[in-house]
């Protein structure tokens, strides 16, 4: 007798533990918080589904039916139901008023699913376990439910589906689908992708109503919620606000905020509020709340922004203060190479031609870079071409194309480099191939029709099998080759025309162990040599002021946490920069000007293997520029 009364005991605490563990313990203890904080956004994150075999329920799954780290959902309205869930988290909001729930909210496939018993009692729905038949049944204004995991079925009304189409078991829990239950209770529910949340709103059954939601219903005005993440905050805090206002109606709403900033730069109380105002115009009451802020400095207002600016945002500050903080500071080490297998050919003089000719013409006999940059100054509209001329009478010399930037002829100087460097940069045309035939002369580029007063830049990396030489022609607009044998050298006239060593720089940069703002300079021609070469025509030395044409390769092995800056020094700027294989515009629109604000080009965590940068000056931005690594400590 001994023995089968403690088999039945234990049968008994089996199945109670059993219970616990499929419906939880939501509803055990009920805590309504009057202040809420948001989730972070950071750990919102979609778990792959798997079916109910992935989870075996046992004795170690199993929780005790006291257990106090669970919190129900808040007692709901009579009326309506408002509810807030986030992917991935346990906290939720209904009504709002702040609850817990023992098991995260896990994304689906344009629904979600969501703990039974805690989505039940905030609904107004009994959720029980019936010992007799081991399921969990739940009735609901359509439908009586039961759940039936281990036997795989979900049973309505009688008639049995698979259960895999109506919840999961996780951690020995049941979550329900939250479409698929919507059909038997009659709730309205949406994600919000802007705020990364489920939104629910239930109209219950009472004081005539039907149990559906009725659109019909006179509209109910908004309600204005948020809160905090603290009440208290140092100068230069960021603030986390997290806006749980919603519409009754579930209609959209509008916010006005006063006083909401990310950050406060002098100690006081300041008074936060927010009104929303629905589709129809109905305006809620006003929901304020004070926050203190203290003496003491988290960080400064020049610091704030380097911190908390997102990647691509151009920060505009006075002169006195960035070269307060950018400027006199130590040079990074740097290991520089120039890789000398790819000449480098510049046609920049004239820049401004006022008359047709041939601007300039170099042999090439395996890689080179092509580069040129011209303005029309004449009153008629001509033609901008590159010609190709193979002078070994017998071989057939092919040209290779394997890189190219290149755009259309515009008035916008900063315009027409910037897009010529951005193509050039991203690199993704596929390599190709002109055969010039043994004696002939061919055209390698055409320009369209090139109007008074339009600029024009192209970039090219060639690859040949044997000599040929390229000329950068001004012509007639439409014309053929025989019109180019009575045009003559035009003269050199400043800029930068000529045949360069190099065209490459690359950069090796030790930002692992630095601890003050410090920085890398292109373009000076000091700490940044400018490229020497020879004028093909002159037979004259040249120098590439600016390093037009040349790209750079910078790499940073294991870099600390850092934001990387760049501010112009020169003048105007406008160039893209690539980083770690992504194009950043800088800036995001417009031009930059010389002391006036910096681009944040690229942020790291300090846990990366690497960061790479690649640049080549654009055609009308100045230099120097500054590529400031700020420091940035733990917070």
Known sequence: MRGTNGMKKAVKLCKTALAACLIGTAGLTAVVEPAFAAPS?????AAPLTSTADKQITAATMAPENNTNATSAPQASKE????????????AFVNGSRSTLDIPVEAADKTAYVPAKWLGEALGFPVKWNESTNTVQMITPKAFVEFDSAGGTVS???KSEPFSGAGVIRDGRLLVRLDWLSAYIGYKATYNAEMKRYELLYVKAGSGQSGFYNDTLPNARPVALFDTNKDTYRIGEPVRYTDVSYDPDMDPISREWSNRLDAFFEPGAYAISLTVTDSKGNESETYKKVVTITNEIYLSP????VYNEPVGTFVKDEEATLRKYLRDI??????VKHPADRPLIVSDSPETFYKKGFLYQESVNGKARLYADHVNGMNEKVQFAIIVRNPDPEKTVVVKTTNQGEV?????????????SLEFLQGERKPESLAVGPGQTVFYKKMPDFYPGQGMNVIYDVETDGEVYFSFVAMDAG???????????????????????WSEVQWTV?????????????????????VTGADFYTKKESLNLGNYGVVYKIHIPEPRKMSVLLLPRGGVFKSPFKVNGKIVQVPASGVMMDYQGYTIIARTTGTEKSLDLEFTPAAGSAFPVDVIFYPLDAK
Do not use: C, H
């Open 41 to 45: 956004a950071e750990n919102a994150s």
């Open 80 to 91: 309506t139901v408002y509810m807030l869930f986030y992917p991935g988290q346990t906290q």
């Open 156 to 158: 309505i009304n009688g």
């Open 302 to 305: 020049f610091d704030y922004k």
């Open 330 to 335: 130590p040079q990074l080490p740097n290991v």
């Open 408 to 420: 259309y002829p515009s008035i916008y100087a900063n315009l027409i480099g910037n897009e010529a």
């Open 479 to 501: 014309a053929d080759l025989s019109s180019v044998g009575n045009l003559s050298q035009l003269e050199y006239t400043g800029n930068v025309r000529g045949t360069f060593d």
């Open 510 to 530: 030790d930002a692992r162990g630095f601890d003050k703002p410090s920085s890398l300079t292109i373009g000076d021609g000091t700490s940044d040599l400018f």
